[in-house]
């Protein structure tokens, strides 16, 4: 049986890669910071993926175990012998785990030949590239001979809403997920054979990545961040707000417009792409909640990430995105007490102004068009609805 090693053992790691691996006939391992989790997962060795939808299905995934991430013994072993290593930890997390990953993969270079493919499953573009230059920092030559030959690290772009909705579980490690996926694989990558049943191996990832980024993740979090601003709970209220789904709506449309331009994909394919994704996020039975979806605002308004990205591709090629841009100030206004992120930008608010903040969140320059445009935004967003 081939054998697959996971870290994160969180919402999408058992409610969407390991189902799918499991699926795929892979014996899972899975690995994770958290000795609760662990210790649960080593008790069931096995749990249900619940699905989310009219007629509620139950899956079941087993024969499962689990290590903690500090167990060197038997993470050694798990690595020397796996076919598949796959992580949804965070992609704040991958340096870390690169780190430990190295050593590992040494002791498997002196033990074993065969083939290895590794791919991170995080909400960020080319999330891989990031683990793979970790494990290869500072590395001699010879070890870095190794990796390019025997190891394959297709970057991917991985997509089911997996909430921590509240609801009957048969055991605590259960899972609830939406019915629909998508985990898109640059099969140039690939070393050797990778057999996922339900993945698409593509030939050109970054246009997946990023429309799935812009249009879902991008006015997942315009969503969460108004919805939050206006009082509501959960995604599936939030996105039935007229003026929400107004703004989500020309978000998209702001950011299939770059889309269309940089990738060359036909206007009406992106609309029917949006138009599904608003129609998952009205999924009531998900029960997701605003402050799940618009966690560490300083991941989601980075440069680099599924807001300002889009904003700056619009901006380059001559279109005020104004609807992104409410996104990116609503963000700014997500002042939820339990996100340490959120409380760090609040923090950053009172102590050095709102520019410098943007400024610093965003990469943006203070005296750029588009961080004015957002202040503005901020202001006029926090004058109609800041004081709740
Ligand atoms: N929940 C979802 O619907 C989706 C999440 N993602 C991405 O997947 C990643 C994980 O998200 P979730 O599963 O929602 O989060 P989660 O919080 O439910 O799961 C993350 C898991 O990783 C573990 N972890 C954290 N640091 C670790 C480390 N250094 N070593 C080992 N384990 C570690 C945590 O203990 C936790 O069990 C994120 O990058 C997210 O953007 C991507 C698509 C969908
Ligand atoms: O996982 P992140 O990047 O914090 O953001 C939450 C996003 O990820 C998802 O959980 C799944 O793609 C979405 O629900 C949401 O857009």
């Not at 870095?144 to 909705?165: C, H, L, M, S, W």
Request: net charge neutral; glycine share 6%; hydrophobic share 40%.
């Amino acid at each position: 049986m081939l054998k697959a090693v996971h870290f994160g053992a969180g919402n999408i790691g058992r409610g969407f890669i390991g189902y799918l691996l499991y699926k795929s006939e892979y014996e899972i391992t899975f690995v994770d910071i958290s000795k609760e989790l662990v210790e649960s997962i080593n008790t069931y060795k096995r749990y249900n993926v619940i699905i989310l939808k009219d007629n509620v299905e139950k899956e079941e995934v087993k024969n499962i175990k689990a290590i903690h991430i500090e167990d060197e013994e038997n993470l050694s072993k798990a690595i020397v012998d796996a076919d598949i290593i796959t992580t949804s930890v965070g992609a704040n997390n991958l340096k870390s785990i690169g780190e430990k990953l190295r050593n590992y993969l040494k002791i498997r270079k002196a033990n074993i030949d065969k083939p290895l493919n590794i791919m991170a499953c995080e909400n960020a573009l080319f999330a891989t590239n990031i683990l793979k230059n970790s494990i290869l920092e500072k590395e001699d030559k010879d070890f870095i001979e190794y990796v390019n030959q025997k190891i394959g690290f297709p970057n991917t772009a991985v997509d089911r809403i997996v909430p921590n909705v509240d609801i009957k579980k048969e055991l605590p490690i259960d899972v609830a997920v939406e019915d629909f996926y998508e985990w898109d694989i640059d099969k140039k990558a690939i070393i050797g054979d990778l057999n996922i049943k339900g993945v698409e191996l593509v030939a050109d990832l970054e246009p997946y990545i990023e429309r799935k980024l812009f249009l879902l993740n991008g006015a997942h979090a315009t969503t969460a961040y108004l919805g939050y601003l206006k009082g509501y709970k959960y995604i599936h209220e939030a996105i039935e707000d007229d003026f929400i789904r107004n703004i989500v709506s020309g978000m998209q449309e702001e950011a299939s417009l770059a889309l269309s331009r940089k990738h060359n994909i036909k206007k009406d394919e992106l609309g029917r792409y949006a138009s599904k994704v608003i129609k998952r996020f009205k999924n009531s039975y998900l029960k997701d909640e605003v402050v799940r979806v618009g966690r560490e605002p300083t991941r989601k308004l980075a440069g680099n990430d599924r807001l300002m990205m889009p904003a700056k591709f619009c901006y380059e090629i001559g279109v005020m995105p104004q609807f992104i841009l409410y996104g990116i100030a609503a963000g700014l206004l997500f002042d939820y007490k339990e996100d340490p992120k959120a409380c760090e930008i609040q923090n950053d608010i009172k102590n050095f102004g709102l520019e410098k903040t943007i400024s610093k969140v965003t990469g943006l320059e203070e005296n750029s068009g588009l961080l004015q445009e957002i202040v503005k935004k901020y202001k006029e967003l926090k004058e109609a609805f800041g004081k709740r």
